[in-house]
Each structure stands twice: as C-alpha cells, then as structure tokens.
Nanobody, 123 residues
Framework: QVQLVESGGGLVQAGGSLRLSCAAS????????MGWFRQAPGKEREFVGF????????YYADSVKGRFTISRDNAKNTVYLQMNSLKPEDTAVYYC????????????????WGQGTQVTVSS
C-alpha cells in the first residue's frame, strides 16, 4: 500500500514556474514507476509524464516536452514535477500516481493516486 500526497500547486502568471512534489508513504517507493497526470474542468484526465523506479527513464507528453521535468529522490520518497514556461492551458488539477509495473502513459494502469493539487496559470 502506498499513500501519495501532492503539494506545491498554486496561482502563477504565464511564463512562470512551479515545482510540484509528491510525497509517498511506505518503504517500497523505490520499486514504483511514478506518473503525473492532470485534469482540467470538463476535460478527460491527461498524461503529463512518467519516471521509472530508478529515475533513469523519463517520458513526457508532447504538450509539456521541453518545459516540464520529472525527477525523484528515493531516499526522500518523493517525486517532483518542475514546470517552466507555464501556459494558461496548463491550468488543471495535477495528480501523481504509482505503478508497480513498467511505466506507462495509461492512467488506468496506475495502482495508487494522490488527491491532486490545483495549478492555475493566468494570462
């Protein structure tokens, strides 16, 4: 069992930056691939990116590639989402998720989810 808690969301102007954190409970955090997803009002959940258990592999949606970076610190049981050059269309609730299997962009493959943190980008 893994519990995930996101933090770091807020209101930022377009072009600004935010760093989201996802703190995990449990001693097996380092064995999970971690994903970030987001959901805007009235829209479907959208894949943002994932990181492998070791941190050696990352993958991003085209919409955030080059602007967002995922990293993890297994000693701190935490995964991060650094968001730069934010755009109004990045406004959404951001969720982290843990997957016991291989990292994937499919949200249905993830086993554990956080409660989400709101990111609002003003124009």
């Amino acid at each position: 069992q893994v519990q995930l808690v996101e933090s770091g969301g807020g209101l930022v102007q377009a072009g600004g930056s935010l760093r989201l954190s996802c703190a995990a409970s449990g001693r097996t955090f380092s064995s999970y691939a971690m994903g970030w997803f987001r959901q805007a009002p009235g829209k479907e959940r959208e894949f943002v990116g994932f990181i492998s258990w070791s941190g050696g592999r990352t993958y991003y949606a085209d919409s955030v590639k080059g602007r967002f970076t995922i990293s993890r610190d297994n000693a701190k049981n935490t995964v991060y989402l650094q968001m730069n050059s934010l755009k109004p269309e990045d406004t959404a609730v951001y969720y982290c998720a843990a997957n016991v299997a291989a990292p994937t962009s499919r949200w249905s493959s993830y086993d554990y989810w956080g409660q989400g943190t709101q990111v609002t980008v003003s124009s």
